[in-house]
Nanobody, 125 residues
Framework: QVQLRESGGGLVQAGGSLRLSCTAS????????MAWYRQVPGKQRELVAR???????NYADSVKGRFTISRDNAKNTVYLQMNSLKLEDTGTYYC???????????????????WGQGTLVTGSS
């Protein structure tokens, strides 16, 4: 099966920077989009940034100009560079990816949406 493993979360002062990484492992034929979501207790999970396999990106308005998403297709890894962090950026960050995995035959593929277990980012004043 496919797994997403995040790393890079932690405690950071307001105005500081942090870099999150997420690597997809398993039997992956191709990763399509990769994305970062954020969730705080009592609220819905929200999209922070998304990048397609060809590099097209989109961001939540709240992070535009501060966060940068990038990916290394050869490593099936997505990054989130977070600069000028604010207290309201605090939350659990989840990696998400759409992946094609081999099926039962050489021409059979299945599409999966997979999620990581989350990494906590905590801003401090």
């Amino acid at each position: 099966q496919v797994q997403l493993r995040e790393s890079g979360g932690g405690l950071v002062q307001a105005g500081g920077s942090l870099r999150l990484s997420c690597t997809a492992s398993g039997s992956i034929a191709k990763a399509t989009h990769m994305a970062w979501y954020r969730q705080v207790p009592g609220k819905q999970r929200e999209l922070v940034a998304r990048i397609t396999s060809t590099g097209t990106t989109n961001y939540a308005d709240s992070v535009k100009g501060r966060f940068t998403i990038s990916r290394d297709n050869a490593k099936n890894t997505v990054y989130l560079q977070m600069n000028s962090l604010k207290l309201e950026d605090t939350g659990t960050y989840y990696c998400n990816a759409g992946v094609w995995v081999p099926g039962t035959t050489s021409t059979d593929f299945r599409y999966l949406e997979v999620w990581g277990q989350g990494t906590l980012v905590t801003g401090s004043s």
